[in-house]
């Protein structure tokens, strides 16, 4: 069982007016702070716990807004542009959907979380298929979080509950899964692929990072409870940049973490609060071709976005 509330029940306040849309604001370095929006409540560009977040190769921004029961679409300067989905489980249906990953063909692909399934839609919204894994067990979801792709196009699915990320083909057929000895993992949320193929895995209940092969063997891992540097409470989100180096979401630090490649701690921006660059229980993250960072803050409700 998880050691935090979010994923197990969920309490929405009503009646909050939304954020107004800012741009600017003062520097964070390594990472300045350019720009937030969202809010609480249902309507057109407003947020209800947005989780998973991710980017196609037209710089729009695809929202996983969970209590919501949809995707959201932005520009990357945070206009509205789409929504679809609904509560409930049908075809054209999500029940707090908390992942989301877009692939280089721009087809959408949703965690519908406590569906247990994978959703996969084109890029405005049309349904074209979903899966749970196959009718021989193998790749079975139950609440799967946080999505990925790797190079090759193969999406990678942090399947919380099972204790595993499990890997399937752009069609929903199941490659391979990670997550026995040595690299056994608790409620893992998040996960990221390098160019080279390499795996990271937040593995959130023992608070540490884990660093797979391409193959699947494991590399290294680290991290450990704690408020220091290198140390986490409750990482979520992760993202590899240009330079592969790995960020990630500190979620109950409220902070986002730097990383090289083999764990060496670099750098981190952020702090509790709902000023600019601040946050509330971070949850996702992605990054453009530039560096640009978009980081979904759960606990308030928007999107913030920061500067490579």
Not at 4 to 28: D, E, I, K, M
Not at 69 to 98: C, P
Not at 162 to 188: H, K, M, Y
């Amino acid at each position: 069982m998880m050691k935090y509330p979010r994923l197990l029940g969920w309490l929405f306040a009503v009646g909050v007016p939304a954020l107004a849309f800012s741009a600017g604001g003062t520097a964070s370095a390594p990472h300045p702070f350019l720009a937030q929006w969202g809010g609480p409540g249902p309507g057109k560009g407003q947020l209800w716990n947005p989780y998973g977040i991710a980017l196609d190769g037209q710089g729009r921004v695809y929202v996983a807004d969970c209590a919501n029961d949809r995707i959201e679409v932005f520009d990357s300067n945070g206009n509205y542009v789409n929504q679809w989905g609904s509560k409930g489980s049908g075809s054209d249906q999500l029940h707090h959907a908390l992942g989301v990953a877009v692939d280089g063909r721009g087809y959408v692909y949703v965690a519908d979380t406590l569906n247990n399934r994978i959703k996969k839609y084109t890029s405005s919204g049309n349904t074209v298929s979903q899966w749970n894994g196959e009718e021989s067990g193998k790749g079975r979801l139950f609440n799967p979080v946080l999505l990925a792709l790797d190079p090759q196009g193969m999406l990678v699915v942090a399947d919380c509950s099972n204790n595993r990320i499990v890997q399937f083909t752009s069609e929903g057929i199941f490659r391979a899964q990670v997550g026995a000895d040595p690299g056994r993992l608790e409620s893992p949320i998040g996960a990221a692929v390098d160019a080279k193929g390499n795996l990271y895995i937040s593995d959130t209940n023992h608070n540490r990072i884990q660093k797979f092969g391409p193959g699947g063997n494991f590399l290294v891992q680290w991290g450990k409870p704690g408020k220091g540097k290198g140390e986490f409470d409750t990482p979520e989100g992760m993202a590899v940049d240009g330079r592969g180096r790995v960020l990630v979401v500190d979620s109950g630090n409220n902070r986002i973490q730097v990383f090289s490649p083999s764990g060496a701690y670099l750098s981190q921006w952020g702090g509790p609060g709902k000023g600019e660059g601040q946050f509330n229980e971070p949850a996702g993250i992605a990054l453009d071709g530039q560096g640009t960072v978009f980081v979904t803050d759960w606990g308030n409700d928007r999107v913030e976005k920061f500067g490579p």
